[in-house]
């Protein structure tokens, strides 16, 4: 059931929303926080001190819902990596769901 609630989220939950964000500006590790708008709706950088990393520059991406579809960062200025994109997790989570079920039917099969 777990995996139907993480699917579920996936596609109607905002996860994280805009305003969720700011509270994160209280954090003695955070520097600043700016938001904009993007194509596609709120975009959200963050700029922090990670422990063991150093500098990191955060960009959460929201949809016109303000729902978040893309995290990435860019650590110590390398290019930005993506730690979260809605699509692709929603796919994974997709594809691990009908693997388990593929395999609960052939044991039960069996």
């Known amino acids: 059931m777990d995996k139907f609630k ?19 500006i209280k954090l003695p590790n955070y520097e600043y926080i700016n938001y904009y708008k993007g194509d596609q709706g709120i975009i959200c950088e963050l700029k922090c ?41 929603l796919q994974i989570e997709l594809h691990e769901y009908l693997e388990s079920r593929k395999n609960n039917q052939n044991i039960a099969q069996g």
């Open 49 to 89: 001190d990670i422990e063991d990393e150093g500098e990191g520059v955060f960009f959460y991406y929201f949809d016109s819902e303000d729902k978040l579809d893309t995290i990435t960062v860019s650590l110590k200025k390398a290019d930005p990596i993506v730690i979260f994109k809605r699509s692709e997790e």
């Open 6 to 24: 993480q699917i579920y989220d996936l596609l109607f939950s905002p996860i994280v929303t805009p305003y969720n964000l700011l509270d994160n």
